[in-house]
């Protein structure tokens, strides 16, 4: 069976999950806490980054590598990609400025928010991961965080500029869907939908996803009110709609077939 090395949490690692079983792949995902996951990646084939997927062909360390292998084992008809020509350029266009700034920008911000509630935060972060690794992020997260702050260059005030870049990134979505089309890339969903989908998961946090993600009721206020607003933008309730009709019922599925993980 197929190996995925993720932070359960990620949307990067979400995004290659939401591949995986929207085309009923079979995989084992083995989940890691931030740090310690570098690791496990290094020892499956990878950088420092995850996800990886350890397929018989080799290891692949990039989400959008991880797509291309999945439509490679996919009907014509379900892929991601167009066939070769300027829609697949579009797409590609499109997923890859989302992995370039939606995907880091709200990853950050929602870490500079959560980073204060240490309780909140690791109930939902170490879901499925090793016990002791659970343990060791709970008795050493003060130690920890430094490390976290550096690698996603949280610095003081990054999050006014973070915010104002995703605000941006929200408008030039609802700009791209304006003209009538369905779908980030035309008629049909595709890499470009699934990628919002799942990038804007740390933005919007939708009731589907590949791991728990807290409540609106229970986030402190500044990530309540910022997810309450990005929640009610055009591009957000089309990325809430896209995790509705594309992702709930592969969740259920991949859960009905027996999906594993690294703390089970």
């Known amino acids: ?105 709200g990853r950050r911000l929602m870490y500079v928010n959560m980073l204060p509630e240490k309780a909140l935060l690791l109930d939902f972060n170490n879901t499925g991961v090793p016990r002791w690794e659970d343990r060791f992020m709970r008795v050493g997260f003060n130690l920890l965080t430094p490390v976290v702050k550096r690698r996603l260059s949280i610095t003081p005030g990054v999050e006014v500029s973070d915010e104002a870049d995703i605000w941006r990134e929200l408008d030039w979505v609802a700009e791209l869907l304006a003209d009538g089309r369905p779908y980030l890339g035309g008629e049909r969903f595709g890499a470009a939908d699934l990628t919002f989908g799942a990038l804007s998961a740390a933005i919007v946090v939708p009731p589907d996803y590949g791991t728990p993600l807290p409540g609106l009721d229970g986030m402190p206020a500044g990530a309540r009110d910022f997810v309450t607003r990005a929640r009610e933008h055009p591009a957000g309730q089309f990325a809430l709609s896209l995790v509705e009709r594309h992702r709930r019922e592969t969740i259920s599925a991949a859960t009905a077939s027996g999906r594993s993980s690294a703390g089970r």
């Not at 084992?73 to 829609?87: A, I």
């Not at 499109?94 to 700034?101: H, N, P």
């Open 1 to 105: 069976m197929l190996r995925l090395v993720t932070i359960p949490i990620s949307h990067y690692c979400e995004k290659a999950r939401w591949a995986l079983e929207r085309a009923e792949i079979p995989y084992r995902e083995e989940r890691h806490i931030q740090g310690v996951h570098i690791l496990y990646v290094k020892r499956a084939g990878g950088g420092v980054t995850a996800p990886v997927l350890v397929t018989p062909e080799g290891p692949l360390g990039q989400s959008e590598d991880i797509l291309r292998w999945v439509d490679e084992r996919t009907p014509p008809e379900q892929r991601l990609f167009p066939p070769e020509g300027p829609q697949r350029d579009e797409v590609l266009r499109i997923s890859r400025r989302l992995d370039a700034e939606l995907g880091p920008k």
